[in-house]
């Protein structure tokens, strides 16, 4: 069992949320305005290099993730939870600040995308960095026999952020012209994620320390340890890598929604709200649930449900072409992704000692983010362009929940009510 030098009260909560959320803000609208993001920054006579250009500046965030989850992983591992927590904000607040000001390139040329990539890179960082050490504060500040619930209540982060970027979006595209958002209306909604930022500072600087550990873990847990873990980092890849694929193909479907079944920005806002809410619910009923039966079988069945639902609602969706559709179906896939996510998140920190707990995670959450969730709208989009099949993201997701499913099964159970739970310290040894 873990040795803490504090648990968490309620009230912190939303303390270590607050990065994640604002994470998850930041990527869905990013992608909802992935649109007038190309045109400001990567004006092209061909809509489709635009929005490509675009996709590919939101992806480059993500190449940096790796990086961002190793290092600060590790700052994590060595001087705590907290501190790193503190860091992780102040660097999104650099990059989301500056998303929202670089001028366009109209105005200053070739500096501006050059810029925004810049930007991108800063806070794929710093979102690299930041879910080792939250995950780690909660499991390790939650109860034991509740530790499910505890995470995944905060795993509800990034549906929240999702639902509340997706909300602006919405209000923006009602409130404002379709050149205004074009324009500069896009931006108001970057200014607004930044300014919670320096709350997110100061509720952090008031959270206690979760992590205590012996004197001697660099020598004993240091980076040759992760080589002990291999098979079971190796096998959380790729349910990572799942998880990722499908969560960013269903934030996708605002571009989905106007590109390709040529319904108006308002159903696709509209449709991604609803998915998120959905979502969040599905989050802490699979907490809930992993306490109670286990985070193995949860998982599991859960992306087996999915892996089998996604071609049948895609192809409902393609062929009805309408917003209750839409709604309807991605509602059903959101609360079957989610509740296999909701699972995952306390299974792999579990299966993790705690003095590598923060490298090891962040380094496994990053090059799956890094490889196929900051990919995936691209590749989808690409997939769409040279099939033609509207039907391509429902096959991507088929893919993907295949294999998350057969490297589930390799993993062992860890929640404490199950008999064969191996200990905390010692599950990936």
């Not at 795993?155 to 919405?170: K, R």
Request: with cysteine.
């Amino acid at each position: 069992m873990d040795t803490t030098a504090a648990r968490l009260k309620k009230r912190h909560v939303f303390a270590v949320m607050i990065g994640g959320i604002v994470e998850y803000y930041d990527f869905v609208v990013f992608t909802f305005f992935a649109i007038q993001i190309g045109h400001a920054y990567f004006p092209s006579t061909d809509p489709f290099a635009s929005l490509m250009l675009s996709l590919a500046t939101f992806g480059i965030g993500f190449a940096a993730r790796p990086l961002g989850g190793l290092v600060i992983g590790a700052y994590a591992d060595r001087a705590g939870r907290r501190p790193a927590l503190t860091l992780t904000l102040v660097l999104m607040g650099l990059a989301i600040t500056g998303m929202a000001l670089i001028p366009s390139y109209a105005t200053i040329g070739i500096a501006a995308p050059v810029l925004a990539v810049t930007a991108r890179l800063v806070q794929g960082f710093a979102l690299g960095g930041e879910i080792a050490p939250s995950i780690s504060c909660m499991l390790e500040g939650a109860d034991t026999r509740r530790r499910g619930l505890w995470v995944g209540f905060f795993a509800t982060y990034s549906s929240a952020g999702a639902l509340v970027g997706s909300s602006v979006g919405l209000v923006l595209s009602y409130v404002l012209s379709r050149a205004a958002l074009d324009a500069d209306g896009w931006r108001i909604a970057f200014l607004l994620g930044a300014l919670t930022l320096p709350l997110g500072v100061w509720l952090r600087r008031s959270l206690p320390e979760t992590y205590s550990a012996p004197e001697q873990r660099e020598e004993r847990h240091g980076w040759r340890s992760l080589g002990r873990h291999k098979r079971i980092l190796a096998l959380n890849l790729v349910t990572v890598a799942g998880g990722n694929i499908g969560f960013y193909i269903l934030q996708y479907t605002t571009t989905y929604a106007q590109n390709v079944l040529h319904l108006s920005a308002r159903v696709g806002f509209a449709s991604t709200v609803t998915l998120n809410l959905v979502g969040t619910i599905a989050l802490i009923l699979a907490g809930w649930l992993s306490d109670s039966v286990g985070r193995r079988p949860v998982f599991i069945w859960a992306r087996i449900a999915m892996a089998v639902a996604a071609v049948p609602i895609f192809a409902w969706i393609a062929a009805d072409r309408s917003p209750v559709s839409l709604l309807v179906g991605l509602s059903l896939l959101a609360l079957l992704h989610q509740v296999g996510t909701g699972a995952a998140w306390v299974w792999f920190a579990e299966m993790l000692p705690i003095e590598i707990r923060g490298r090891g995670y962040g380094t496994v959450f990053g090059l799956g983010v890094a490889l196929f969730g900051g990919t995936a709208q691209l590749v989808v989009t690409w997939l769409i362009h040279v099939t033609g099949s509207e039907l391509a993201p429902a096959w991507y997701l088929v893919a993907a929940y295949v294999l998350g499913s057969v490297a589930g099964m390799l993993l062992p159970e860890t929640a404490p009510a199950r008999s064969d739970a191996a200990p905390l310290r010692t599950a990936a040894a």
